[in-house]
T-cell receptor, first 108, second 119 residues
């Protein structure tokens, strides 16, 4: 099956700092999504980004499909950004394969 | 975005009993639903895929007699953990998609998840 690797596994930030999360995948994919899992377990859709660049407020994402990676940028981080960020790639059968996640802790 | 509602959010049950978890799509018709399991501090693992009106297909290593999935309508799928044991304790989360038609979803949306504890 397809392999999805996220880095770093853990990230500790001071409030206001910027950061970049990376997602590498081993094969071509139909789609890619970024999620934020809050402390209660809810998966929040951040980006649907099979290719190109998107921005939503302080978050932005870039996927370079030909090189099989995606980046999630967090700017001016806030304590509410804490949680686990997952990258998931969609195969031809619409099934999502998740990476192991990046746990982000933002300190005030 | 599309709304997916999962119920209950948490449940505690005695070993040997069965537990049913519901997943509903509130504002779209879910032709396909996916059930995932997540262990503490781990990633999400796909358990099974169900299409409305058809039998679910299970991923390798998932016991279909243990985890019964029903997708009887375009807005509701259920996961029943039968004869639950402590090792079934986990976080279960569903995803619903409309994969056909003009309103087909381009992305996956998830329910709130269910934390199951078997004592």
């Amino acid at each position: 099956g397809i392999q999805v690797e996220q880095s770093p596994p853990d990230l500790i930030l001071q409030e206001g700092a910027n950061s970049t999360l990376r997602c590498n995948f081993s094969d071509s994919v139909n789609n890619l999504q970024w999620f934020h899992q809050n402390p209660w377990g809810q998966l929040i859709n951040l980006f649907y980004i099979p290719s190109g660049t998107k921005q939503n407020g302080r978050l932005s994402a870039t996927t370079v499909a030909t090189e099989r990676y995606s980046l999630l940028y967090i700017s001016s981080s806030q304590t509410t950004d804490s949680g686990v960020y997952f990258c998931a790639v969609e195969r031809r059968d619409y099934k999502l394969s998740f990476g192991a996640g990046t746990t982000v802790t933002v300190r005030a | 975005g599309a709304v997916v509602s999962q119920h209950p959010s948490r449940v505690i049950c005695k070993s040997g009993t069965s537990v049913k978890i519901e997943c509903r799509s509130l504002d779209f018709q879910a032709t396909t639903m996916f059930w995932y399991r997540q262990f503490p501090k781990k990633s999400l693992m796909l358990m099974a895929t169900s299409n409305e009106g058809s039998k679910a297909t299970y991923e390798q290593g998932v016991e279909k007699d243990k985890f019964l999935i029903n997708h009887a309508s375009l807005t509701l799928s259920t996961l029943t953990v039968t004869s639950a044991h402590p090792e079934d304790s986990s976080f279960y989360i569903c995803s619903a998609r409309q994969l056909t038609g003009e309103d087909a979803n381009t992305e996956a949306f998830f329910g709130q998840g269910t934390r199951l504890t078997v004592v």
